[in-house]
């Protein structure tokens, strides 16, 4: 199993920017997927999940309306689309096998940093 997160960066809150998490080594379509995000000094926090076929989506309340998750099972890649950044987003984003707090792999994860 790997999972490999991409598209983190620095940006201005306000901002968006679009991760993205390639899946490889299962398959794919048969899992749920998470976001889970960890803060500086700070624990795991879960931010969404999506269901396998991707009709189902949930979201931590400090992302709903802001953050949308998303799939391709054509492409076995996960989505996060985050718009209106807030600095307490900043954190290292990492995808997930499973729902939430059922993960059993992790991808390395990507940066965000929101700060002017």
């Known amino acids: 199993v790997q999972l490999v997160e991409s598209g983190g960066g620095l940006v201005q809150p306000g901002g968006s920017l679009r991760l993205s998490c390639a899946a490889s080594g299962f398959t794919f379509s048969s899992y749920y997927m998470s976001w889970v995000r960890q803060a500086p000094g700070k624990g795991l926090e879960w931010v969404s999940d999506i269901n396998s076929g991707g009709g189902s989506t949930y979201y931590a309340d400090s992302v709903k309306g802001r953050f949308t998750i998303s799939r391709d099972n054509a492409k076995n890649t996960l989505y996060l689309q985050m718009n209106s950044l807030k600095p307490e987003d900043t954190a290292l984003y990492y995808c997930?096998?499973?729902?939430?707090?059922?993960?059993?792999?992790w991808g390395q994860g990507t940066q965000v940093t929101v700060s002017s």
């Open positions: 997930a096998r499973g729902p939430m707090e059922e993960y059993d792999y």
